[in-house]
């Protein structure tokens, strides 16, 4: 059973956002185009699809590292887009980001110490004689100890500095964390160690997550509801279980075809739907269904019009025009 509450306000509200890059005279890059979607409050909402389908600028554009070109984003229902100055410097310690490459995230010249109590320091949470202490505590809540505060960032694994990048994130008791993409970067024999404790936090803490990947199998794991994205669009979401048991768009049968299974006589009973053809150039893309190149089932509807996001019951939305 879900333990998502539609009822309720959501927590993030994405209305019809863009972001688009001039590249030159006459060239705009549609990163993102047009997309909607809400968070709720306890929830992992996974993010998916192919690379440079516009995952991460997504993600940044809600975390206000980049500003849309158009649209709307709302936390608690206001627009982050209009805040106060207090209004901002509280939004900054509620939404937190995890990034991608730890090598590239932590600032070589810092401390562990210095890394993980910078933001509390900004926001003043702790006296002096407290933030070593706090430190500390974050730093054993995600597997490391008190002697490593002292040491550098490239002193540590790959794994390792994705943990004080975490403890970094949770250190201004933030209430919505955006996971780009955490594990990618990390051994395997990692990843999943890093997965549960995101899973455990979550639990212990209340956290809201999206969660940014191109793993389908990590995500069906951590994920309440999942969204897949296509070349800047959004072509499908619902909840996981839904998602993976009933896949609706031809996009997402795909996806969910290539993941690999364990079991060598599953492997070879499952039907691989391959995706033919390159993907489009994001730049001045044509008005029409983004994945008609690339579709079996496309028509010529689809090289002319844009379809429109319906909706089939238990949350379950797609855009295509086949359905």
Known sequence: ??????????????????????????????????VSFNIYKGETV????????????TGRCIVKLDPPTSGHVYYEGKDIYKYSAAEHKQFTADVQMIFQNPYASLNPR????????????LHGKYSNQDLDARIEELLNRVGLGKDHMSRFSHEFSGGQRQRIGIARALSVDPKFIICDEPISALDVSIQAQVINMLKNLQDELGLTYLFIAHDLSVVKYISD???????????EQAPAEELYAN?????TKA??????????????SRVRIPIKGEIP????PKERCQFADRCPYATERCQKEVPEM????????????IL
């Open 1 to 34: 059973m879900s333990k998502v509450d539609y009822s309720v306000d959501p927590l993030v509200r994405v209305e019809d956002m863009c972001k688009f890059f001039q590249v030159g005279r006459h060239a705009t890059l549609k990163a993102v185009n047009h």
């Open 247 to 251: 896949p609706l768009h031809p996009y």
């Open 110 to 121: 810092m401390t562990v110490k210095d890394i993980v109590g910078e933001g509390m320091r």
């Open 46 to 57: 996974g993010l998916v699809g192919e690379s440079g389908c516009g995952k991460s600028t």
């Open 225 to 235: 509801r999942v969204i897949v994205m296509y070349l800047g669009n959004i072509v």
């Open 281 to 284: 150039s994001p730049i001045n």
């Open 310 to 321: 319906k909706d089939f019951g238990n949350h379950h939305k797609a855009a295509c025009h």
């Open 255 to 268: 996806l969910l075809s290539s993941i690999p299974v364990a079991d060598p006589d599953v492997a070879k």
